[in-house]
């Protein structure tokens, strides 16, 4: 079952470390899980807002991509 959860904050990295140069602009967000826990991921697709719902679509290399809920 995928983690589901909503945004708490966001930003969009511009100047990125050279392992995500080729990825930039991306947007990283914390999210509380809908079981309280906090996670730090990448968004895939359209841009986020706090508030939103998101749910993690896969993970690349131990970092959790997650997309808005309604474009599942």
Same mark, same amino acid.
């Given at each position: 079952?995928?983690?589901?959860?909503?945004?708490?904050?966001?930003?969009?990295?511009?100047?990125?470390?050279?392992? @995500?140069?080729?990825?930039?602009?991306?947007?990283?967000?914390?999210?509380?899980?809908?079981?309280?826990?906090?996670?730090?991921?990448?968004?895939?697709?359209?841009?986020?807002?706090?508030?939103?719902?998101?749910?993690?679509?896969?993970?690349?290399?131990?970092?959790?991509? @997650?997309?808005?809920?309604?474009?599942?």
């Amino acid at each position: 079952m995928p983690r589901a959860g909503v945004v708490y904050t966001e930003t969009v990295v511009h100047l990125a470390p050279e392992r @995500f140069q080729a990825d930039v602009p991306y947007q990283v967000i914390i999210a509380r899980m809908d079981n309280g826990e906090s996670v730090t991921a990448q968004v895939e697709g359209a841009r986020v807002a706090i508030g939103d719902r998101v749910t993690e679509i896969e993970s690349r290399d131990g970092i959790p991509y @997650f997309k808005r809920t309604d474009e599942q």
